[in-house]
């Protein structure tokens, strides 16, 4: 089917209680082994592609792989940029068909972020496909692509600012810093779970968990009870790739067909994202 606008996806999970898994995407592989897990799961899906990613390649390249392995199946796929960091790239990634976009300003001074995100959701409205806006409130530590919170200036949400900045923006969906972080944790991260049930009450669209590989499946699962509806996993998911293709190619110096040890990493991928979108309650959904 065509790609479909994430503003659906989360609505259902929203009412239904559950989360979609949205996970980022390197390669055609990868989303080839993302989509196979979400067709074995008859789940609806979210892909991602980050600012790096799209340095790699760029937003017409994904936005079209997208395209066209999501015409192919009969999920409903939405393609989505992940930490945007710019007006200017959510503008492009929307006007070349992506379905979502985040505009990160989450290091911005709060006005300033309001007005950020805010020139997004209007820019947003105005294109054919009006692409969901999602925005981050508060920081989450850690480091992802070039994006690097060092320790002690991760910032958690307040959720008096979240009501304000919802209502203020227009946004669709709303990424909420209660303890996790991006890459790897060095131990059990802590979520402040009495913070979510906090800013679930103070605003009405779907909240979003970055930082999630790693996170320990209960309390993935504890948070969507809380109203997360949207869960992303990064990390494990390059990792799964890249050690399955290492390890394929460790075994067979003489392998030099990219078919060959492409497969193996896209089968570790596919089994990964299986778990993940059990965890997430999105099985059996569509």
Known sequence: MPLVNSRELLRDAQIHGYAVGAFNV???EMMQAVVAAAEAESAPLMLQTTPS??????????????????????????????????????????WDGYTSVMIDGSKL?????????????????????????????????GKEDSLEVKPGEDIYTDPGEA????????????AVAIGTAHGFYKGKPKLD????????????IPL??????GVP????????????????????????????????????????DPKKFGGPGREAVTKLVRH??????????V
């Open 193 to 204: 779970f009495e913070r979510l049930a906090q800013l679930r009450d103070a605003v009405p």
């Open 109 to 141: 001074p709060l006005e300033e972020n309001i007005a950020l995100v805010h020139r997004v959701v209007q820019m947003a409205g105005d294109v054919p496909q009006q692409p969901a806006v999602e925005a981050e409130l508060g920081r989450l530590g």
């Open 217 to 256: 499946d209960e309390d993935v699962q504890r948070a969507i009870s809380l109203g997360v509806c949207k869960v992303n996993f990064a990390t494990e998911l390059r990792v799964a790739y890249t050690e399955a293709t290492r390890q394929t190619l460790s075994g067979d110096p003489a392998l030099y």
């Open 163 to 174: 009501a304000r900045f919802v209502e203020e923006t227009g946004i669709d969906s709303l």
């Open 276 to 285: 993940r979108i059990a965890i997430c309650g999105a099985g059996k959904r």
């Open 53 to 94: 990613t799209l340095r790699y390649a760029s937003t017409t390249v994904f936005s079209a792989m997208a395209q066209a392995i999501a015409g192919k199946t009969k999920i409903p796929v939405a393609i989505h940029l992940d930490h945007g960091d710019s007006f200017e790239l959510c503008r492009q990634a929307a």
């Open 26 to 28: 390197e390669n055609m």
């Open 208 to 213: 979003v968990l970055h930082g999630s590989s």
